[in-house]
């Protein structure tokens, strides 16, 4: 059974930054995505970063672009995401996600796991 465990979210003031981790666990796919998400109260998951396992090609939301970036270290299964300039619209809980195959930011992918989730407050 895959398992994700996501940490390192907490609460910055705009501006600041935060480094999330995610570790999976009983992954047995040869190539897989794993991707960051966010939920905001009130509002749908969204996809901010992922990164896929075979070349380390990554995709990441125009929200995002050259402030986040996500890394990963195939040995730890692990994957992380530097957020850096963080502004109060980044504020959610951010979800890891792991599948099998290309990567995609489509929230809605069946045959997918989720992590529980760390939270992520950015104040003004």
């Known amino acids: 059974q895959v398992q994700l465990v996501e940490s390192g979210g907490g609460s910055v003031q705009a501006g600041g930054s935060l480094r999330l981790s995610c570790v999976a666990s009983?992954?047995?796919?040869?190539?897989?995505?794993m991707a960051w998400f966010r939920q905001a109260p009130g509002k749908e998951r969204e996809g901010v970063a992922a990164?896929?396992?075979?070349?380390?090609?990554?995709l990441y939301a125009d929200s995002v672009k050259g402030r986040f970036t996500i890394s990963r270290d195939n040995y730890k299964n692990t994957v992380y995401l530097q957020m850096n300039s963080l502004k109060p619209e980044d504020t959610g809980m951010y979800h890891c996600?792991?599948?099998?195959?290309?990567?995609?930011?489509?929230?809605?992918?069946?045959?997918?796991?989720w992590g529980q989730g760390t939270q992520v407050t950015v104040s003004s």
């Open positions: 996600r792991i599948h099998s195959g290309s990567c995609s930011l489509d929230a809605t992918l069946v045959f997918v796991y």
């Open positions: 009983g992954v047995t796919y040869s190539s897989h995505c």
């Open positions: 990164i896929y396992s075979g070349d380390g090609s990554t």
